[in-house]
């Protein structure tokens, strides 16, 4: 059986990889692609730990972790929804996905 | 049904209603008032209560509640009935004397509002009620006299009637309000509750008020002083003339057949209540007055009508002085005498106006009668009709109305048992009708033309002369409804049954009255005859120039070329007196309009002086305040203030430089902060031996 340490290592390279993507990258769309890895390793991590935890299978309220994980991929789909939403609509709008150029906001 | 066609037609005329609306309106309500009317006369023969009622509440305020209610009598239907169909005929005539107007739409939109109105003054089971449709019809009479307001004549005669009856409202406000703080109810009649019916009045009776009235009297009188100012009663009489300056039309209608008529109705109306305490063979204090005031009336009108030589001036002080014989009438004989000079009277006054406008319109907007003449020939159905109404109005004997209601009147004033004054003012108010009528006939239609030579009369169009036939058919005919053998109409609105009595004419006193009276009416006509026609009134040869003192009036007394009355040359001094309405325009500007205007001047110096200097003073007081307020504003809050936002734009600056508006930079300083947050755990959990890194 695969120990736990691997699956925290994929989780923290996965973590790293989209950390490195959205801080690199300055296409929106592909910021937002980083973000969901981030989201992913996080989750593979509450799997993991809910798997090894000490109420992993039987009774009561062994699925607890199972929900938090599925609870936070409903969350991550909304967000990725919505942050699709908001490069679309600043795509219409300004013609460009690029994020250097969206400084409208600077005060 | 009817308060059904009053409304209706209100609404209509608030919809801006062209004539066709206006007419078709009153069409209607004319139909509803016959099925009223019919109704009355089946109930009548079937010798049931003939007084109906619907009676609602209006408001509730504290304790009291105000009800309103309709009301269908006799009385009401035989005024519903006169106030359409005489309308009706108005309207149909106006149609052909507005027509070149360019504010026709307003002119029938006023005249179906007033019509509106008046069926509500008629219709209403409450005084507060009838006073709100009163105040309406007062409201559109003001519009119609100033209709043509480019004049300022018209404006002014407006303005003038507008305030003259409203010095009379004024006094009915305060009779009512004092009736309903007596009564606590303002309904006539109610089912034994409402202020005309038998325990209202007993109260009222026992009521002392100042002066040695009951405050039934007092409450007659207060609400007689409203009648007298809409229907042009004595003191307030002045306004009626001059309204003459409104449309012809407007002036049939109102001010001969409708308006003026509703002040003589509403003392019908409260007839029980200014009868009420009379003893047989006796009269209460207020109907004393209402007589006195009537006959005097009667008097001054007939009076100064012999001296005016407009055409439709001369008719308006017949209609005052017509207005108080009815009130007499009233007086004296009870309600059924006076209404039906009313009804009467309403057909043929309008008879005559609409043929003075008749004659008026073919020529050419002139309205002085010296510089008519001659138009029998030229205007044959105007004459036709304008003779019978004439006739009917100076109370020629036997077949025409006026005879037939004014003989009424001369016999319930002769048989009054207070005083005999009312009646012998009457009799030379019945002569002086039949000379100034007869003058007046002579000169527009008699002799020979006298106007411009360059203009022609000619005849009005047929709906205008149409109405008039109609009207003098009614001028005729109205009089068999009243004679003493056959006193349908009286027996109509006192609800009594009809009995056909061929000693009606052997009443003591009654043939040798009547024949007393046609002696007078003779009399008169041949005065005027005799004066006006003999020798015939011909255009002068030379212009006479004329120098007389007083010039008065909205246009001078004689342009040069017009010819002088018989009168007078005769008698100068009287006919000056006369013809300036014995100077009653005169005293009232002396009098009230002195008074008025030095209390506005005094007014004027209060405030400007006294109350002028405390507002100054006040306004001084916080200009002091105002600069203290500034000094320590800009010493000490202002220097505090501006540090604030110093301080503030430094920040901002700050901010703003944060702020960049890129998001790259946000998910930098983002990274930063976890990798700081990751170190400070890590970091924590080897200082605690949690995490063996």
């Known amino acids: 059986m695969t120990p736990l340490a691997a699956y925290l290592i994929v989780a923290a390279l996965v973590f790293a990889i989209g950390l490195a993507i959205s801080l690199t990258r300055r296409n929106a769309i592909l910021v937002l692609i980083g973000i969901e890895l981030m989201l992913n390793a996080a989750n593979l991590n509450l799997i993991a730990f809910w798997r090894f935890g000490p109420h992993s299978s039987g009774h009561g309220d062994g699925l607890t972790g199972m929900m938090f994980a599925i609870f936070s991929i409903a969350v991550a789909a909304a967000e990725a929804a919505v942050g699709l939403g908001l490069a679309i609509a600043y795509h219409r709008h300004a013609k460009t996905t690029d994020l250097d150029a969206m400084t409208r906001m600077k005060g | ?693």
Request: charge should be neutral; proline fraction near 4%.
């Open chain 2, 1 to 693: 049904m009817a308060c059904a066609g009053g409304i209706a037609l209100m609404k209509q005329s608030m919809r801006k209603a062209s004539a066709t609306l206006a007419i078709g309106g009153l069409g209607v309500s004319l139909i509803l008032s016959i099925i009223a009317f019919t109704d009355m006369l089946q109930t009548w023969s079937l010798r049931a209560n003939t007084t109906q009622t619907i009676n609602f509440d209006w408001f509730d305020l504290g304790a009291t509640h105000l009800q309103l209610g309709w009301i269908l009598d006799p009385l009401a239907a035989v005024m519903l009935l006169m106030v359409t169909f005489v309308g009706l005929l108005i309207f149909i005539y106006s149609t052909g004397y507005m027509a070149h107007d360019e504010n026709f739409t307003r002119f029938f939109c006023f005249l179906s509002l007033f019509a509106g109105a008046m069926l509500g003054v008629i219709i209403a089971n409450s005084l507060l009620l009838l006073f709100m449709c009163w105040e309406i019809v007062g409201l559109t009479s003001y519009l119609l006299i100033g209709f043509w307001y480019q004049k300022p004549s018209a404006a002014a005669a407006a303005k003038k009637a507008f305030l003259t009856t409203r010095i009379g409202d004024i006094f009915f406000l305060l009779g009512i309000v004092w009736l309903f703080a007596q009564t606590g109810t303002l309904l006539f009649y109610n089912h034994g509750a409402g202020a005309m019916e038998p325990a209202a009045l007993a109260a009222l009776l026992s009521q002392p008020a100042a002066l040695g009235l009951t405050a039934a009297g007092a409450i007659g009188l207060l609400i007689f002083a409203g009648a007298a100012g809409k229907s042009g009663q004595l003191p307030l009489h002045v306004w009626l003339p001059d309204a003459m300056e409104g449309p012809t039309p407007v002036s049939a209608l109102i001010h001969a057949a409708t308006m003026v008529a509703a002040g003589v109705y509403l003392v019908a109306r409260v007839y029980p209540l200014m009868n009420a305490g009379a003893v047989a063979g006796g009269s209460t204090v207020s109907l004393t007055v209402v007589a006195w005031i009537g006959a005097l009336t009667a008097l001054f009108g007939a009076l100064v009508a012999v001296a005016q030589n407009d055409i439709k001036r001369i008719l308006a002080y017949s209609t005052v002085s017509q207005l108080g014989y009815m009130m007499v009438g009233l007086a004296t004989g009870g309600v059924a005498v006076g209404m039906f000079h009313l009804i009467t009277h309403a057909f043929f006054k309008a008879l005559l106006f609409l043929g003075a406008g008749s004659v008026i319109h073919g020529c050419h907007e002139e309205q002085d009668i010296r510089r008519m003449g001659g138009l029998s020939k030229i205007m044959p159905v105007t004459f036709g009709t304008y003779a019978i109404g004439m006739l009917a109005l100076s109370g020629f004997p036997i077949f025409f109305s006026g005879f037939w209601s004014k003989d009424a009147i001369l016999g319930a004033a002769h048989a009054w048992p207070v005083s005999k004054g009312p009646f012998v003012l009457l009799l030379i108010g019945a002569l002086l009708t039949a000379f100034y009528m007869a003058r007046q006939v002579a000169y527009v239609f008699f002799g020979s033309w006298r106007g411009p030579a360059h203009t022609h009369a000619h005849e009005s169009p047929r709906v205008m002369t149409l109405p008039l036939s109609i009207l003098a058919v009614f001028a005729v005919g109205l009089g068999v409804l009243g004679t003493p053998v056959w006193p349908w109409f009286t027996s109509f609105i006192e609800s009594k049954p009809l009995l056909v009595d061929m000693h009606g004419f052997s009443e003591p006193g009654l043939l040798p009255l009547m024949g007393f009276a046609i002696l007078l009416v003779f009399a008169g006509l041949g005065a005027g005859w005799w004066l006006y026609i003999r020798k015939a009134v011909q255009k002068p040869a030379t212009a006479p120039v004329h120098h007389h003192a007083q010039e008065h009036g909205d246009e001078p007394q004689h342009r040069p070329g017009d010819l002088v009355d018989v009168l007078e040359s005769g008698a100068p001094m009287v006919w000056n007196w006369l013809a300036n309405r014995l100077y009653f325009d005169e005293l009232y500007a002396v009098t009230v309009l002195r008074l008025y205007a030095a209390l506005a001047w005094l007014s004027d110096w209060l405030d400007r002086r006294f109350w002028g200097g405390i507002v100054a003073a006040v306004a001084g007081g916080f200009r002091g305040l105002g600069w203290a307020n500034k000094a320590i504003d800009s010493q000490w809050i202002d220097g505090g203030f501006d540090k604030g936002c110093e301080e503030l734009v430094t920040g901002g600056g700050l901010l703003a430089w944060l702020q960049a508006g890129r998001a790259p930079g946000y998910l930098r300083t983002l990274a930063l902060g976890v990798l700081v947050l990751v170190a400070l755990a890590l970091a924590v959990g080897a200082a605690t031996g949690q995490v063996h890194p």
